[in-house]
């Protein structure tokens, strides 16, 4: 079983940059592919980017690829998103996940953060 908690959501103006961390407990973090979602008030969640096992290969959505990065440290048990060229629809709850499978779809993935806030202002 994993545990995830994420960090370093805030408030950040258009044109700016976050990096989230996602820490995980348990020794199994390396046996996950790890997903990073996001949901906005009145809207679905939605995929934002993935990363494999190894971190050898990543997929992204298209609203934010070329502007976020995903990546992972298996040392420390710990997935990043960094975030560039924040736009004020970047605005949501980002939620780190962890899978048995590469997947965009959020119903493939077994274990959630509590998520953290990114607000971009214009």
């Known amino acids: 079983q994993v545990q995830l908690v994420e960090s370093g959501g805030g408030l950040v103006q258009a044109g700016g940059s976050l990096r989230l961390s996602c820490a995980a407990s348990?020794?199994?973090?390396?046996?996950?592919?790890m997903g990073w979602f996001r949901q906005a008030p009145g809207k679905d969640r939605e995929f934002v980017a993935f990363i494999t096992r190894s971190g050898g290969n990543t997929n992204y959505a298209d609203s934010v690829k070329g502007r976020f990065t995903i990546s992972r440290d298996n040392a420390k048990n710990t997935v990043y998103l960094q975030m560039n060229s924040l736009k004020p629809e970047d605005t949501a709850v980002y939620y780190c996940?962890?899978?048995?499978?590469?997947?965009?779809?959020?119903?493939?993935?077994?274990?959630w953060g509590q998520g953290t806030q990114v607000t971009v202002s214009s």
């Open positions: 996940a962890g899978s048995g499978t590469w997947s965009e779809d959020p119903h493939d993935y077994d274990y």
């Open positions: 348990g020794r199994s973090f390396r046996s996950y592919a």
